[in-house]
């Protein structure tokens, strides 16, 4: 009786044995690929239920439908892109640039701001000058960041150097007198061959006399809005000669005798002086004194014919001999723009309040939101230099009876 029972208990253990097991079996068998959640993998962000499951399907909708409405906030962008170069013909201009081998990323970064705002939607040439030759790794990446074409000339060594009629003890004593009273570049010669290379020489280089136009870049300028057009060609609709987008007053200890040197021009050459000239953006009192107004001549964009005139020449050949290159510390600034006040109509000189501008300190940052908005700008209002006691340019609003645009006075 005892052998019955123990076999009995064998046979109950056995068959819970097998029960367990196929429980455990069938709890942890895969389900077929078709029964797993299809992940939409497209057009439709939906999940597929599995077949078979009564009311599976109620189940995911509902969820996904409330997700679906509640959309996140966006603002819609209802400009087009501009194309990728625009349509029409080119003028006969190039952007031009003083520079060294060691400038390389500098510059680098000043043609990237002009080729993203501007030139890469016209491809227009770039010039860069030399007193040196520029070596293959400075060819190479300006090649590679420029658009159009780029040209590579080296400075005569008669256009970088102290001219014969210049006594240099007496312009090294003058440097150190400028030194010792801590004037900006008061002690640099290489300082004084670029102020008068950029006044009187670079619109002669063999590789700019193929041109009519330029637009000047020094390294480490910034373009802070886009330009949607032509420039060049805007200037010779418009009978433009020069123009500037910050004007300041230049440090009176380095043109003492400046403005004497141009009255001294006058007189010998009146025929030079234009009628209806912009005489009361740099003089108070109607030409007996210089209130040191000039536009800053780092952005320029002019016509090179103007340059190269006979007027022109003759006020540079006259600053020249006077010595003031070297004898002080004229820069090209305000020689370019005592020329352009007293040789231009005074409709012939024009201010890009459109195009923004930064080189170290001072920025140009276009008046009025929905222009800024508009062009895509970055540049912070509050920094815009134009409405700055220390600015000129309400002057040259002023001259020529221009309203200044809306909200300049929250700039001041």
């Known amino acids: 009786m005892a052998g019955t029972q123990r076999y009995l208990r064998y046979i109950v253990f056995a068959l819970f044995a097998l029960v367990l097991l196929y429980f455990i079996g069938s709890s942890s068998s895969v389900p077929s690929a ?10 439709k962000d939906t999940l597929t239920p599995p ?6 399907h109620d189940a995911v909708a509902q969820p996904h439908e409330s997700h679906a ?7 819609p962008n209802a400009h087009d892109l501009p194309p990728a170069t625009m349509p029409g013909d080119r003028m006969n201009a190039t952007f031009v640039t003083l520079a060294r081998n060691q400038d390389i990323w500098d510059i680098a970064k000043s043609i990237r701001h002009v080729e993203d705002r501007f030139n890469r939607k016209f491809n227009y040439d770039w010039v860069f000058l030399n007193d040196d030759d520029f070596n293959d790794e400075f060819k190479k990446l300006t090649t590679a960041l420029v658009s159009g074409k780029t040209k590579y000339g080296k400075i005569p060594k008669e256009h970088w150097s102290f001219p014969d009629f210049i006594d240099q003890d007496k312009a090294a004593r003058v440097r150190e007198e400028m030194k010792e009273k801590k004037i900006i570049y008061g002690d640099s010669v290489s300082y004084r061959h670029m102020c008068r290379y950029e006044s009187g020489f670079f619109f002669r280089h063999p590789l700019m006399l193929d041109y009519e136009w330029y637009w000047r870049v020094e390294p480490s300028v ?5 330009i949607n057009y032509d420039t060049f060609k805007f200037m010779a609709d418009n009978k433009k ?6 004007s300041l007053y230049e440090y009176v200890e380095t043109i003492p005798t400046l403005w004497e040197a141009t009255k001294n021009f006058t007189k010998t050459f009146p025929q030079h002086i234009a009628q209806d000239n912009s005489l009361k953006f740099i003089s ?10 000039h536009f800053w001549s780092n952005f320029e964009i002019g016509n090179l014919n103007w340059l190269r005139s006979k007027a022109y020449i003759d006020y540079f050949e006259s600053l020249d001999h006077a010595g003031g290159f070297f004898y002080e510390r004229w820069g ?8 352009a006040a007293l040789m231009l109509k005074k409709d012939e000189i024009h201010f890009f309040n459109d195009i923004a501008y930064y080189h170290v300190p001072f920025t140009h940052c276009p008046t009025g ?18 409405w700055n006691g220390y600015s000129c340019t309400s002057r040259f609003y002023e001259l020529n009876n221009m309203k200044k645009p809306e909200g300049y006075e929250k700039e001041q």
């Open 34 to 43: 078709a029964s797993w959640p299809n992940y939409g993998s497209g057009a």
């Open 51 to 56: 077949s078979g499951i009564p009311g599976a």
């Open 69 to 75: 409405a509640a959309k996140p906030p966006s603002t």
């Open 241 to 246: 000669k020069y123009s500037f987008t910050l």
């Open 369 to 386: 939101e929905q222009y800024r908005l508009d062009h895509k700008c970055h540049c912070n209002p509050k920094e815009n230099f134009d």
């Open 284 to 293: 108070d009192d109607n030409g007996e004194t210089y209130n040191h107004c």
């Open 332 to 339: 090209d600034a305000p020689v370019h723009s005592l020329a």
């Open 222 to 226: 910034e373009l802070h809005c886009d």
